[in-house]
C-alpha cells in the first residue's frame, strides 16, 4: 500500500456522504496502491452506515476505524497508527476533492527531499463573501473558513499546510511523534480547538524538513451559514489566540513569576493598545473588521496565558 487517505469525523454523515463519493473518484497510476480510512470518532449519526455503503460499493478501497476518546487529535493519530501507506493524505468531511488531488498531493512524496505537502483549499463556487469580509490582500480572513490559497506555481511552503489537505510521509509521525492531543477539536473547554494540524507542520520545518506547495491538488471547502457571521469569526480569533500560547506552553519562570504574567502585560500594553486604535480609526468596513479580529486573538491570548499562569500558581502551593 503506497497512500493511505486519513479522514476522521464526527456527527456529519451528511457531508461525510459527499467528500467519500468525491475521493472514490480518485485518478492515480495503476501501479499506485491506495485506501482511505475514515476514523469515526464516537459518532451518533449515521456515520457507520455510510462508511459500511463505500466498503461495499469499492472492495479493498475503503476502511472503517472506530475512535472512542473523543478528540480530532486522538482520532488523527489512530489513523495514524492503523494506515497501511508509506505516505498519508488527510482529508476532512466537509469538503470534496477534486478527481486529480490525490495524485498531485503525493506525486513528490515518493523520495525524501519532501517530507510533507499541501495543496489549495477554495471556497465551493455557490460561497459569496459578506461585504466585511475579504478573502486576498492585506485583510484576508479566509483562514477562518480553512481556505489555503499561495498562488498557481509550485515549490517550497513557507507557511504550514491546513489540516484538510496535506499529506505526510508516515516516516515523519516515526521520527517527530503525532498530533498533539492538548489541541484541536475535543470535549474539554481547557484544550483549545486549533492549530493540531498547523502545529505539526511547524514542528516539522522548525527541524529542518521542507514542505511542499501543491496548487494543482484542490480542495473545495464548504461554508455552512453559521460560519458566514462575524460572532463565528471572532469566536473563532478569540480561541486561535488561546491555540498559540497554550502550543507554547507555560516557559520558565523568571523570578519566581510565571512567565505568563510577563506576557500578559507585554500584549495588554503594545499588541492590545495598537490593534485596538487600528480597529477604532479603520473605516472600510473589510479593514475594521480585520483589526477588531485581531483584537479579540490578543483577548483570547490574554485569556489564556493567565489561565496557564493561575494553574501554574496553583500547582506551586
Same mark, same amino acid.
Given at each position: 500500500? %503506497?497512500?493511505?487517505?486519513?479522514?476522521?469525523?464526527y456527527?456529519?454523515?451528511?457531508?461525510l456522504?459527499?467528500?467519500?463519493?468525491?475521493?472514490?473518484?480518485?485518478?492515480?497510476?495503476?501501479s499506485?496502491?491506495?485506501?482511505?480510512?475514515?476514523?469515526?470518532n464516537?459518532?451518533? &449519526? =449515521?456515520? *457507520?452506515?455510510?462508511?459500511?455503503?463505500?466498503?461495499?460499493?469499492?472492495p479493498?478501497?475503503f476502511?472503517?476505524?472506530?475512535?472512542?476518546? =473523543?478528540?480530532?487529535?486522538?482520532?488523527? %493519530?489512530?489513523?495514524?497508527? $492503523?494506515?497501511?501507506?508509506?505516505?498519508?493524505?488527510?482529508m476532512?468531511?466537509?469538503v470534496?476533492?477534486e478527481?486529480?488531488?490525490l495524485?498531485?498531493?503525493?506525486?513528490?512524496? *515518493? @523520495?525524501?527531499?519532501?517530507a510533507?505537502?499541501?495543496?489549495?483549499i477554495?471556497?465551493e463556487?455557490?460561497?459569496?463573501?459578506? *461585504?466585511w469580509?475579504?478573502?486576498?490582500g492585506?485583510?484576508?480572513?479566509g483562514?477562518?473558513?480553512a481556505?489555503f &490559497?499561495r498562488?498557481?506555481?509550485?515549490? $517550497?511552503?513557507?507557511?504550514?499546510?491546513y489540516?484538510? @489537505?496535506?499529506?505526510?510521509?508516515?516516516?515523519?509521525?516515526?521520527?517527530?511523534?503525532?498530533?498533539?492531543?492538548?489541541?484541536g477539536?475535543?470535549?474539554? $473547554?481547557?484544550?483549545?480547538r486549533? %492549530?493540531? &494540524?498547523?502545529e505539526?507542520?511547524?514542528?516539522?520545518?522548525?527541524?529542518? $524538513?521542507?514542505?511542499?506547495?501543491?496548487?494543482?491538488?484542490?480542495?473545495?471547502?464548504?461554508?455552512?451559514?453559521?460560519?458566514?457571521?462575524?460572532? /463565528?469569526?471572532?469566536?473563532?480569533y478569540f480561541?486561535?489566540?488561546r491555540?498559540?500560547v *497554550?502550543?507554547?506552553?507555560?516557559?520558565?519562570d523568571?523570578?519566581?513569576?510565571?512567565?505568563? /504574567?510577563f506576557?500578559?502585560?507585554?500584549t495588554?500594553?503594545?499588541?492590545?493598545?495598537?490593534?485596538?486604535?487600528?480597529w477604532?480609526?479603520?473605516?472600510?468596513? =473589510?479593514?475594521?473588521?480585520?483589526?477588531k479580529?485581531?483584537?479579540?486573538?490578543?483577548v483570547?491570548r490574554?485569556?489564556?496565558?493567565?489561565?496557564?499562569?493561575?494553574?501554574? %500558581?496553583? =500547582?506551586?502551593?
Amino acid at each position: 500500500m %503506497n497512500i493511505t487517505v486519513i479522514l476522521c469525523t464526527y456527527n456529519r454523515a451528511e457531508t461525510l456522504s459527499k467528500a467519500l463519493e468525491s475521493v472514490a473518484f480518485s485518478e492515480l497510476p495503476e501501479s499506485v496502491e491506495w485506501e482511505v480510512l475514515v476514523v469515526d470518532n464516537n459518532s451518533r &449519526d =449515521q456515520t *457507520h452506515d455510510v462508511v459500511e455503503e463505500f466498503c461495499r460499493r469499492h472492495p479493498g478501497r475503503f476502511r472503517y476505524l472506530f475512535e472512542p476518546q =473523543q478528540g480530532k487529535s486522538h482520532a488523527l %493519530n489512530s489513523g495514524i497508527r $492503523e494506515a497501511r501507506g508509506d505516505i498519508l493524505a488527510f482529508m476532512d468531511d466537509d469538503v470534496t476533492v477534486e478527481p486529480a488531488w490525490l495524485q498531485n498531493l503525493t506525486a513528490a512524496l *515518493h @523520495n525524501k527531499e519532501w517530507a510533507g505537502a499541501g495543496g489549495r483549499i477554495l471556497p465551493e463556487q455557490s460561497f459569496t463573501p459578506p *461585504h466585511w469580509l475579504a478573502l486576498k490582500g492585506p485583510y484576508a480572513m479566509g483562514g477562518v473558513l480553512a481556505f489555503f &490559497d499561495r498562488g498557481e506555481k509550485p515549490g $517550497e511552503l513557507d507557511w504550514a499546510p491546513y489540516g484538510t @489537505n496535506m499529506a505526510f510521509r508516515k516516516s515523519m509521525f516515526e521520527n517527530y511523534g503525532g498530533f498533539r492531543t492538548d489541541l484541536g477539536p475535543g470535549p474539554d $473547554e481547557n484544550i483549545p480547538r486549533f %492549530n493540531e &494540524d498547523t502545529e505539526f507542520g511547524r514542528r516539522l520545518k522548525s527541524a529542518g $524538513e521542507r514542505l511542499r506547495y501543491e496548487p494543482l491538488a484542490v480542495v473545495y471547502h464548504g461554508v455552512p451559514e453559521n460560519r458566514r457571521r462575524k460572532e /463565528y469569526f471572532l469566536d473563532w480569533y478569540f480561541g486561535f489566540g488561546r491555540a498559540l500560547v *497554550h502550543e507554547g506552553g507555560r516557559g520558565s519562570d523568571i523570578w519566581g513569576i510565571p512567565r505568563p /504574567y510577563f506576557g500578559i502585560l507585554k500584549t495588554g500594553t503594545t499588541s492590545m493598545i495598537e490593534l485596538t486604535l487600528r480597529w477604532m480609526l479603520a473605516v472600510k468596513p =473589510q479593514q475594521r473588521f480585520f483589526y477588531k479580529a485581531l483584537v479579540w486573538r490578543e483577548v483570547g491570548r490574554i485569556a489564556e496565558m493567565y489561565r496557564l499562569a493561575s494553574r501554574a %500558581n496553583k =500547582q506551586d502551593k
